[in-house]
C-alpha cells in the first residue's frame, strides 16, 4: 500500500491534533502536525534528510493570526523562514523550497481574494474547515494527481481576482518597461532594500545622481514612495539584485549615467 504523508500547519493546536487524528485512522495516510510556519519548514528539511519526505501540507489560511492584503508571498531563499507568519507566505515558501509537496489551504471561510493569491502562490486546493473528512481526504487524493480543488461558490471570484491580477501585472509590466537600463538596476537595488549611499556605492555613482535616478523611477511608475516603486515592482516580476556580487554592475544605455 502506498501511504500518503501528511503535516497539519495550524496555529490552533486542539483543532490540528484533533484533525491529524481523524487523518492518522486512514489506513493509508501518516499524519504529523505543526504549530507555525518556521516548524512546517523545520519538519519538511527534517523529512527530506531522513528519506521520508512529506506529500501534502494542509495550512491553516490565517496561519499567525489574520492578515489581509498585508503582506506578500514571501519565497523561502529571499527571506528568513522565521517571518513566514501567514498562511499564504508558507504556502509560497514551500512551493519554492519543496516543489515536490503539494498545498492545501483549509479555510474558516470563503474568501474569493485569499483564495486567488494562495493559487498564485503555489497552493493545489481551498477547503473549507468545516468540510466532511471524506471530502478532505478526496482533496488530498486529488492533488497529488495534481487537480486543483475549489469550491464551486468560489470559482467565479477567484476567476475575477485572477483575471485583475493578470491586467495589473500587465501594467505594471508596461510602466516598466518604460524605464532605461540604469534606472531598472536602480530599481532592482530599491528592491533589494538599499538606501541611496549604497546605490551610489554599489553602481559607482554619485549620491545625487543617483537621487536623480531615484526620482525618475518614481515618475515613470506612477508613485510616491519606494515602498509602492518595490510593490510595482514585485507585480511586474523585478526580483532584487544581488547582494552577493560585489563588482560593479555594467549596463548598456545611450546616455551617460
Same mark, same amino acid.
Given at each position: 500500500?502506498?501511504?500518503?504523508?501528511?503535516?497539519?500547519? =495550524? *496555529?490552533? @493546536?486542539?483543532? !490540528?491534533?484533533? &484533525?491529524? %487524528?481523524?487523518?492518522?485512522?486512514?489506513?493509508?495516510? #501518516?499524519? /504529523?502536525?505543526?504549530?507555525?510556519?518556521?516548524?512546517?519548514?523545520?519538519?519538511?528539511?527534517?523529512?527530506?534528510?531522513?528519506?521520508?519526505?512529506?506529500?501534502?501540507?494542509?495550512?491553516?489560511?490565517?496561519?499567525?493570526?489574520?492578515?489581509?492584503?498585508?503582506?506578500?508571498?514571501?519565497?523561502?531563499?529571499?527571506?528568513?523562514?522565521?517571518?513566514?507568519?501567514?498562511?499564504?507566505?508558507?504556502?509560497?515558501?514551500?512551493?519554492?523550497?519543496?516543489?515536490?509537496?503539494?498545498?492545501?489551504?483549509?479555510?474558516?471561510? =470563503? *474568501?474569493? @481574494?485569499?483564495? !486567488?493569491?494562495? &493559487?498564485? %502562490?503555489?497552493?493545489?486546493?481551498?477547503?473549507?474547515? #468545516?468540510? /466532511?473528512?471524506?471530502?478532505?481526504?478526496?482533496?488530498?487524493?486529488?492533488?497529488?494527481?495534481?487537480?486543483?480543488?475549489?469550491?464551486?461558490?468560489?470559482?467565479?471570484?477567484?476567476?475575477?481576482?485572477?483575471?485583475?491580477?493578470?491586467?495589473?501585472?500587465?501594467?505594471?509590466?508596461?510602466?516598466?518597461?518604460?524605464?532605461?537600463?540604469?534606472?531598472?538596476?536602480?530599481?532592482?537595488?530599491?528592491?533589494?532594500?538599499?538606501?541611496?549611499?549604497?546605490?551610489?556605492?554599489?553602481?559607482?555613482?554619485?549620491?545625487?545622481?543617483?537621487?536623480?535616478?531615484?526620482?525618475?523611477?518614481?515618475?515613470?511608475?506612477?508613485?510616491?514612495?519606494?515602498?509602492?516603486?518595490?510593490?510595482?515592482?514585485?507585480?511586474?516580476?523585478?526580483?532584487?539584485?544581488?547582494?552577493?556580487?560585489?563588482?560593479?554592475?555594467?549596463?548598456?544605455?545611450?546616455?551617460?549615467?
Amino acid at each position: 500500500m502506498v501511504r500518503i504523508r501528511v503535516l497539519v500547519v =495550524d *496555529d490552533h @493546536r486542539i483543532f !490540528a491534533e484533533s &484533525l491529524a %487524528a481523524a487523518l492518522a485512522a486512514e489506513p493509508d495516510v #501518516d499524519v /504529523s502536525a505543526a504549530g507555525s510556519g518556521p516548524a512546517a519548514l523545520r519538519s519538511l528539511e527534517r523529512a527530506v534528510a531522513e528519506g521520508r519526505r512529506f506529500d501534502v501540507l494542509l495550512v491553516d489560511s490565517e496561519l499567525g493570526g489574520n492578515m489581509p492584503g498585508a503582506r506578500p508571498a514571501v519565497p523561502v531563499q529571499e527571506g528568513n523562514a522565521e517571518g513566514l507568519v501567514d498562511g499564504i507566505s508558507l504556502v509560497a515558501g514551500v512551493r519554492s523550497g519543496h516543489p515536490h509537496v503539494r498545498t492545501v489551504v483549509l479555510a474558516e471561510k =470563503d *474568501d474569493p @481574494r485569499r483564495a !486567488a493569491l494562495a &493559487l498564485q %502562490a503555489g497552493a493545489s486546493g481551498w477547503v473549507a474547515k #468545516d468540510c /466532511s473528512l471524506s471530502r478532505l481526504l478526496t482533496v488530498i487524493r486529488g492533488v497529488l494527481r495534481d487537480e486543483t480543488h475549489l469550491p464551486p461558490a468560489l470559482l467565479t471570484g477567484v476567476l475575477r481576482e485572477l483575471t485583475a491580477a493578470r491586467k495589473h501585472r500587465t501594467e505594471s509590466e508596461r510602466l516598466v518597461e518604460s524605464l532605461t537600463p540604469r534606472e531598472r538596476e536602480v530599481l532592482r537595488c530599491m528592491v533589494a532594500g538599499l538606501g541611496r549611499k549604497a546605490v551610489a556605492e554599489r553602481l559607482f555613482l554619485s549620491p545625487h545622481t543617483v537621487r536623480t535616478h531615484m526620482q525618475n523611477v518614481l515618475g515613470k511608475l506612477g508613485v510616491h514612495s519606494t515602498l509602492a516603486a518595490v510593490a510595482l515592482a514585485r507585480r511586474a516580476g523585478v526580483g532584487p539584485v544581488d547582494l552577493g556580487h560585489g563588482g560593479r554592475i555594467t549596463v548598456e544605455e545611450s546616455s551617460s549615467a
